[in-house]
């Protein structure tokens, strides 16, 4: 990223712009409360949090607080980890050639302190933009305390530094992060040995590595991630550590469907356009799931599944255009059989459900559509398509085009108002209103005002 060329580029000419020295938490909570402030939104693409996670969030950085996000799999804990740092400043001073990015008013390693000793006011100046202040780091049982915290650097012992200089030291994460976020997610999966390292950084600010003990006054935000400890069995927390986090706060699944669908169609990579009607009906079905006795909820359904399942539909979508030469792929709710199949191995399932997975993901997905049909089409008297559905029958399929749905339809009209409430009107692509049709057709099936039968060629037929 290229820098403002009329940065500062020495500590005195730093100190002569009016350029003030502050802490990174209360950094962070400055820009922090003047984004509030502004009605500037500080947690941009964060959905469904914010009247109960975002402010338990917000108090926690403005008191200073070292913070654990705990949450199932799939709540955004890491997303929300990655959006502190647009709290920090865009761009903030260091040494140049520091290690660990010391701020030029005030160098804490031997060599910086020397350097600055040395140079006085011609102190060279860097500057670093915020994106390369976020450090994450995903524990895993192997991560050691050399990675988080440092070691003695072999390389600097063989060019003729003896053990007992601190020099000798290569600094981890954390004293790198200096000045810094440095987030650690899945907290529990750290060996608990590898825990107890961090004690010293979140408590007194001081390293140790191997003998010495050095008195660095590190300035970190340490933010971490972890499953509740109730369901986890991989780790824990251990008690000592979880004490020096100032919140810990929980996230959660959305609670309400509008933002279940919002984060579906920020997430997810469509390959074809998929109706907001069909994404209700694969929002919902992940709703089903988090409710169903069926499902393990100690694992939990995440909002990956909802996002997986909607870029099934389209690519099923996308498939089914390729077969009947449709120019322009669009999602119906036929294409909503092939999600149970490909996305039924993110399921956890209750244990004596073993043989009947498919069946619980099939009512599911059909009582997702219902819902979805029924609360969409309310106020529509549907009573004259399903009657003259049953003299001349509607065929439907993946491999029927969407204009030959269309041309199959009773000229009836509540298909006007139909049209009109799933979105498919005002438009000449058959895709639309075959999809409202298909979604009206089923809705009628499953409310039994229709019956319907599947033909050796895979197509279904609605009749009366």
Same mark, same amino acid.
């Not at 202040?133 to 988080?148: G, H, I, N, Q």
């Not at 059989?337 to 073993?354: C, D, M, N, Q, Y």
């Given at each position: 990223m290229p820098v403002t060329p009329d940065l500062p580029r020495t500590v005195a000419a730093l100190r002569a712009s009016g350029h003030v020295q502050r802490p990174v938490k209360h950094e962070i909570r400055d820009n922090l409360l003047a984004a509030l402030r502004e009605g500037r939104d500080p947690?941009? %693409?964060?959905?469904?949090?914010?009247?109960? #996670?975002?402010?338990?969030?917000? =108090? &926690?950085?403005?008191? !200073?607080? /070292? $913070?654990?996000?705990?949450?199932?799999?799939?709540?955004?804990?890491?997303?929300?980890?990655?959006?502190?740092?647009?709290?920090?400043?865009?761009?903030?001073?260091?040494?140049?050639?520091?290690?660990? %990015?010391?701020?030029?008013?005030?160098?804490? #390693?031997?060599?910086?302190?020397? =350097? &600055?000793?040395?140079? !006085?006011? /011609? $102190?060279?100046?860097?500057?670093?933009?915020?994106?390369?202040?976020?450090?994450?780091?995903?524990?895993?049982?192997?991560?050691?305390?050399?990675?988080?915290?440092?070691?003695?650097?072999?390389?600097?012992?063989?060019?003729?530094?003896?053990?007992?200089?601190?020099?000798?030291?290569?600094?981890?994460?954390?004293?790198?992060?200096?000045?810094?976020?440095?987030?650690?997610?899945?907290?529990?999966?750290?060996?608990?040995?590898?825990?107890?390292?961090l004690l010293n950084v979140m408590e007194e600010r001081d390293i140790q590595v191997r003998g010495y003990t050095l008195r660095l006054p590190l300035d970190v935000l340490l933010v971490a991630s972890a499953n509740p400890e109730d369901y986890t069995n991989r780790g824990r927390i251990i008690t000592p550590l979880k004490d020096r986090f100032g919140a810990e706060i929980r996230t959660h699944y959305p609670l309400e469907l509008a933002p279940e669908v919002e984060l579906v169609a920020q997430e997810a990579d469509l390959v074809a356009e998929v109706p907001r009607h069909l994404l209700e009906v694969v929002a919902r079905f992940t709703r089903h799931l988090r409710d169903s006795s069926s499902v393990d909820q100690g694992s939990g359904v995440s909002a990956r599944f909802t996002v997986a399942a909607a870029e099934t539909v389209a690519a099923a979508a996308l498939r089914r255009a390729a077969l009947t030469g449709e120019e322009t792929p669009y999602a119906r709710p036929v294409d909503l059989?092939?999600?149970?199949?490909?996305?039924?191995?993110?399921?956890?399932?209750?244990?004596?459900?073993?043989s009947r997975e498919d069946e619980v993901l099939e009512h599911l997905l059909r009582r997702a559509t219902a819902d979805t049909a029924r609360f969409a089409l309310r106020g529509v008297d549907l009573d004259e398509l399903a009657d003259a559905v049953s003299t001349s029958p509607v065929r439907t399929g993946e491999r029927i085009p969407?204009?030959?749905?269309?041309?199959?339809?009773?000229p009836v009209d509540a298909l006007t108002e139909i049209a009109a409430k799933l979105g498919a009107s005002g438009t000449e692509d058959p895709g639309p209103m075959a999809s409202a049709a298909e979604l009206t057709l089923e809705y009628l099936f499953l409310t039994r005002k229709l019956a319907k039968d599947e033909s050796d060629d895979g197509d279904t037929v609605s009749y009366g």
């Open positions: 947690w941009p %693409g964060i959905v469904g949090f914010d009247d109960t #996670v975002v402010p338990q969030l917000e =108090r &926690a950085l403005i008191a !200073g607080h /070292d $913070l654990v996000l705990l949450g199932e799999r799939g709540q955004g804990k890491t997303r929300l980890l990655r959006s502190l740092a647009g709290l920090l400043d865009e761009w903030t001073p260091v040494i140049e050639g520091s290690e660990i %990015g010391e701020h030029p008013y005030e160098p804490i #390693v031997p060599s910086s302190i020397r =350097r &600055a000793a040395e140079l !006085g006011d /011609d $102190l060279p100046v860097a500057w670093v933009h915020r994106d390369h202040r976020y450090t994450e780091k995903l524990a895993t049982p192997d991560t050691s305390v050399a990675d988080l915290i440092g070691d003695v650097d072999p390389v600097k012992v063989a060019e003729g530094r003896s053990l007992g200089d601190p020099e000798t030291i290569h600094f981890g994460l954390v004293p790198r992060s200096h000045r810094g976020i440095v987030a650690i997610n899945e907290l529990p999966d750290l060996a608990e040995r590898i825990q107890v390292a059989e092939s999600v149970p199949a490909v996305l039924r191995g993110k399921i956890e399932f209750a244990s004596g459900e073993e969407a204009k030959d749905v269309v041309a199959a339809l009773p």
